[in-house]
């Protein structure tokens, strides 16, 4: 009976990933399912198209940036908590993970603002809004909470004993956290890594109420949906699937998977 | 000593940028919800027309629809969460590793994504409508007058539609805290009951559901907050048939400029997800006996 269950609750969550993967080899112009014909027309199309490749190096442009500066950051911010004690810890580690529950729709906005004063203000214009810089700093404080528990759940783990043995031995502060620390928790800095790139890269509103003409690729496929639904839809859809499949599958090997449970606890 | 003030130095990039991109942005919203807008200008003050216009009954009932919906979202969350967690705990590591990997891998995602690949099975030329016409159900159905002549099953652009599609993208935010909360009881507990002569009812009502409860609120309160500020799915699922308060705050800047009402009911969402926090802290003390 409980086998019978969740089966059904898998075939829920797979089934439309599954149908968007088989959609996305239609030869025909139109969505419809089964396709009558099979081919890789769409991902050609997709591939060559000038909106659908400005989107996605855009994308793929920013996760890059965002997912290095997350993981220091954070992983800056991480030791920082681990390693002090001083009243208000607590506060401050809330304070660090606010962006997470706080609705992304309002820091979308506010960030928006935020922009349009930078684009227009006296003396230092700056192009904020509708640019990668400003996306980037963007989708940085929305993946440095990740980042901080990722990393924070693997330096609990470490032993703290190689630590002080490398400092009795005469190490600095720097060289113990360069040549011992960083090391031993390697897959957490490599998790926090990927879970930046993979939210960043999959990010919509906030980047939606900043984006005019430069789009990502969420962007860009929400603004195809909403004028048609085109098969190219299934095609990107399936490429992001893959990527994110991709690297879904290196944070397990990495035994990371565990600790975007604790993301969630 | 000096080692902690050393370590203390690596928090400060990371709250100098939420300074900048988090903190600042969050006050600037709320003193421009205080703003009055008239003309298409806003003017700073202290106002209330924003927070007034919240309570007038067009956005009150968008509110309400809003909390309704996200409390449907919870719920099924719920039922479908709890069938997984169990499994997970009772399979073998392996198994669950494979089980957390089906768990997690849809949340990492896009909801864009997901939702599109929802159009294609649920919409009026969705797999399930091509079926029902093939079936010659869809006929019928149109014969009794149930459903108009050139749609199908109303399977989306409609709260059915918003929330299936929201639970499908929500649902291991559940299934993780649940399962956590059922890892932590001692199956000793169980197998006494069991041995005891209780039946599996006897035993989900008086052991497991109990015991689970803190997990339980942890991912109710997670799937309703994230549930209420929920812009995309209620637009692709609700096609213009639902409107929620992300999707009115949305337009609002976007379309009309007008920061001051937009910052008004975004304050008042922080509010309600504010409240629903304290609720929850109260709800896990009084379970924690």
Known sequence: MLFIVNALIFIFIFAPLVIVV?????????MGFPPESYGVRWYAYVMTDDDWQNSFMNS??????????????????????????????QAVFSYLIAPMVLPHIVLGMALFRIGLFLDTSEGFTLNATDSLWFYVVAHTTITIPYAIITIGASLQTLDRNLEEAAQ??????????FFITIPLIKSGLIGAFIFSFIISFDEFIVTYFLATFNQTLPIQIYSTLMFQLEPSIAS?????????????????????LVSFGKIIK | MKANKRSMTLLLPALVLYLITFTAPLVVLLVLSFGRFDKSITTLG?????????????????FFDTFFISVYITFFCLILSFPVAILMRRVQPFMKNIILF????PLLTSIIVRNSAWMLVLG?????NQFADYIGLNDVLRDMGLISRFAGLPLMNNVFGVVLGTVHVYLPFMVLPIYASLSAINPSIEESARNLGAS????FRNITWPLSLPGVIAGCTLVFILSMGLYVTPVIMGGNKVVTIPMIITGLVRDRYNWPTASAFSVMLLITILFTVYVSRLLQRSVKV
Do not use: W
């Open chain 2, 46 to 62: 202290f106002h209330l027309d924003g927070y007034i216009k919240f309570f007038e009954p067009t956005y009150l009932r968008v």
């Open chain 1, 22 to 30: 088989i959609q996305s080899f239609t030869n025909e112009n139109h």
């Open chain 1, 168 to 177: 009795i031995l005469g190490a600095s502060y720097f060289k113990t956290i």
């Open chain 2, 200 to 203: 599996s009812m006897q035993l």
């Open chain 2, 124 to 128: 009026n030329q969705g797999i399930i």
């Open chain 1, 236 to 256: 990107i859809s399936t490429l992001m699937l893959a990527l994110t499949a991709l690297l879904t599958l290196v944070l397990m090997s990495r035994g990371q």
């Open chain 1, 60 to 89: 793929l442009i920013v996760a890059s940036i965002v997912a290095p500066l997350s993981m220091i950051i954070g992983g800056m911010a991480a030791l920082g908590l681990d390693r002090s004690d001083f009243r208000g810890k």
């Open chain 2, 102 to 105: 089906c768990v997690i891998s």
